[in-house]
Each structure stands twice: as C-alpha cells, then as structure tokens.
C-alpha cells in the first residue's frame, strides 16, 4: 500500500484541499493511503479553530483522508519552523515510509526549496553575521531570515542562484509566499532530521485564492481561500446570510457543519478568550510575565502596560494584539504569546518540548483503510499511540506524555470556557478515542 501524508489545519476543510487529495492519488495511485497530520483547538496562528479538531478529523475523512493524526499543541500553536519539524518528527515517529504532500506557490522549483533549506540549516558566517544585524534593525526574525539569505546568495553567488535569476525567478516573491516559508520548512525538517529515506516531500501547486486575499468575489473556477472563508465566518451574525454567502464555495458537508455550529453560536474565537487573558494580564507579576513564553521580549510587559493605561479603549483581544503588534512582533506571534499565557506555558517547559519532539501520537478519525494503518502503527510506531483514556492512563507517568496531554487538556478546558461552557470539558478529553468512520458515513 502506498502511504501519503498531509500536514494542514483544515480551519476549514475547503476545495484546495479536496484537489490535493485527488491529485495525490493521481500521482501515486487510486488506492494510496492518506495521512493527515492535524492541528487541535488551537492553530499555528494562535487562534482558536473554527470547529473542533474531532469535527475537522471526521470532516477530513468524509473528504477522502484515511487517517487523522493529532499534532500536540506545542507544534501546533508555533512559528512555521517548529510546526513544521513537530509535524514531520510526528509522521516519522508512524515507522511508515510515505510521500509528504504540500502546496507551495513555487512548486515547480523544489532544488531552490532544497538549497535554501541547507542554507538554514548550515547557517554559513555570512548569513549569520547578516540575520543578526537585521534582528538588531528592528526586523522580525521571518523578514530579517529572509534577506540574510538574498544577501548570502547576492554575495557568494552559486550557480544554481545565477541560474534561477536568468529564469526570471524572484526570490523576494519567493520569501513573501506563505507556502512557500511552509514548504521551506518542511524540507529544512526533513534534512535537519535525516528523515530523507523515509519520508520524500513533494511540491503541489497551490490552487485557488492567495491565502491572505480576503475577498468573497472570484474569477470562475477559482476557489476561496482559507482566510476569506474564516472572514466570513467570523464576521457574520446571521447563519442565513452566511449561507448565503457560501453556498457552494466550499464542500457541503464542511458547509453543514459551520452552519450548525454557527446557529448555536459554538465557534470559538480570540476574542471569546478576552475576558481570561485581560484578567490574567492584570495581576501577573513581572517575573510571571518575563518566564513565559514571548515574555523575555518584553511582549506580555508592553501588553500589560497597555491595559493598564488604556483599558477603557481596549475592548477586546483583537483590539490589545493591533497595539502590541510592530515591525519585529508580527500578529502571528502575538496571538501565540497570548495563547501561551493563557495555557500557562513557560519558556523553558515550552524550549524542552520542542527539543524532544511529540511524544505520542493520537488518531482523532480514520477510515476502513485508516483501521489497516493502525494496525500498522501498532506494530512499527516508535512513540506510544493514544487512541483513549486508558492508553494515556498507560503512558501517563512518562513526563513527555503528561506534559503534553495535559497541555492538550488546558486547551481543551480553555476553548470550553470561550463558549460558555465553565465546567470544562466533560470528565476529559481523552475519554474520546479517535473516530472509525466506514465508507457508508
């Protein structure tokens, strides 16, 4: 059986997606297993998911997934890079060997993903000397990683360099692709992990919408985008005109289950989260503030500084992150500071997890041929595979599995608190095995 993977977030499952997994078995055969890596209540934005990880996994399946993998919250409510190795180190840790799919603006280009990928990960005198004074110019690590390597490039000149510019390649439109940084850390995980024989990346071209175009208005043909389908989500009150609005401009079940979930007012958002993080601001000490994660920035400190003299204007979450938000700390990393407060994440607890990687892997749904691959994993996986309470129960007293359960379990808490519902989640979220799903459902 061959074996393909996708890591994504589906927030929400849209029709790009829906093409990757036809032309993935285009390429690799009609009866080829497919793999999702997933993240949970939380995505690498920092944001709460539209719909539950559970619902988006199910989703996933009817649509032609195979297996749904939860990707541990540390990964997942990351910066591309360590999202991106968590997910990776995740599909290694199956001991299957398998295709990893993922689209990228400049897909027909993977030796510029590759030879900058070694760039990274050698991290020449050049290009370090250079990140280090755009880091001390003011520029957020993304932007100054980004021009150090143009600059290295400009300066040593390698022929494969010399050639894509002949091309009429851009590397400047290269860096701005949000796939494109995705696709790039996929490949620098891979190396940095010596993951190569098992696991082989190959470039899709992304289809449809730019991700950050927000409009609801297309050329025929062309799909929304991401970002436009979570704008109008989030932005309109009534589930009629939602409807509306997206009837037919995503798949029917995905439809069916946002318009559920949006008449009954149970889609999270950051700023549901207001309430607990502007408390949690308020009575923090500067030590509280400087331990945890982002807080030796100074970001939790400016974000505090600002409630304080300007709380009556601050009315919500969007609201104080616009403020705190500037050349060097981009949005993204933000609303991931605030997460992580929230969570009660620290530096260190949050360093140590990404340096040992994910430590169990946990089915959130799967499918006739999914079941096959658990069986699989049972026999050749090299973390412990949680597919209930009783598995973790099992694993419990190994620090990493806690760790990460319980982180799983704050979030778990934390979203239930932003819909109203105090008590939590009931008894706890790993009373819920991953879901089987037969062709028939």
């Given amino acids: 059986m061959n074996v393909a993977a996708v890591i994504a977030e589906y927030n929400p499952f849209h029709h790009g997606h829906a093409w990757q997994y036809r032309e993935i078995r285009r390429i690799c055969g009609e009866d080829t297993a497919i793999i999702n890596v997933m993240s949970g209540e939380f995505t690498q934005r920092g944001e709460p998911a539209i719909l539950t990880k559970f619902v ?6 009817k649509m032609g997934s195979d297996l749904v993998l939860e990707l541990p919250l540390p990964f997942a409510c990351s910066a591309a890079g360590s999202f991106a190795a968590g997910a990776v180190r995740l599909l290694a840790a199956t001991g299957l060997r398998m295709n990893v799919f993922c689209g990228a603006e400049d897909s027909d280009r993977p030796d510029i993903f590759y030879n900058i990928a070694k760039i990274l990960i050698d991290e020449p005198k050049i290009f370090e000397d250079e990140l280090h004074l755009l880091l001390d110019s003011g520029n957020s690590f993304a932007v100054a990683r980004s021009r150090a390597v143009i600059k290295f490039l400009s300066s040593l000149q390698p022929d494969w360099y010399l050639t894509a510019l002949q091309e009429g390649f851009s590397f400047e439109t290269f860096f701005k692709s949000s796939n494109n940084i995705l696709a790039l850390e996929y490949a620098v ?17 992304r289809q449809g919408q730019a991700e950050k175009d927000k409009s609801l208005t297309t050329a025929p043909g062309t ?3 991401g970002t436009a389908l979570r704008q109008a989500i989030l932005s309109t009150s009534s589930t009629a005109a939602l409807l509306r609005i997206l009837a037919g401009k995503m798949p029917a079940h995905v439809l069916g289950e946002i318009l559920l979930h949006h008449r009954e007012h149970s889609i999270p958002t950051c700023n549901s989260l207001s309430l607990p993080l502007f408390a949690r601001l308020r009575v923090a000490t500067r030590e509280e503030l400087s331990c945890a994660l982002g807080g030796n920035e100074g970001l939790l400190r400016a974000a505090q500084i600002l409630l304080q ?18 050349k060097r700390r981009p949005t993204g990393r933000v609303n991931r500071a605030f997460c992580a ?28 041929r999914g079941r096959y691959l658990l069986r699989l994993l049972r026999q ?19 620090d990493a599995v806690r760790q990460q359960g319980e982180l799983c379990l704050r979030a778990a808490d934390l979203i239930a608190y932003s819909l109203q519902r105090p008590g939590g989640t009931e008894f706890n979220e790993f009373a819920r095995a991953g879901k089987y799903l037969s062709g028939d459902s």
Avoid at 56 to 61: D, H, S, V
Avoid at 309 to 326: C, I, P, S
Wanted: proline letters at 5%; hydrophobic letters at 40%; charged letters at 20%.
């Fill in 56 to 61: 988006r996994g199910e989703l996933a399946i």
């Fill in 189 to 205: 995980a891979i190396l940095r992990y010596q993951l190569s024989k098992q696991l082989t990346l190959h470039f899709l071209p």
């Fill in 223 to 225: 799909w929304l985008s």
């Fill in 309 to 326: 003299k300007q709380g009556r204007e601050l009315t919500n979450w969007t609201d104080l992150a616009v403020e705190v938000t500037d």
């Fill in 341 to 368: 407060f929230l969570l009660n994440i620290d530096q260190n607890e949050f360093n140590l997890q990404l340096k040992a990687g994910p430590s169990y892997i946990r089915p959130l749904a799967y499918s006739k």
């Fill in 380 to 398: 050749k996986a090299t973390l412990p595979l949680i597919n209930n309470a009783s598995d973790f129960l099992e694993y419990l007293p190994t």
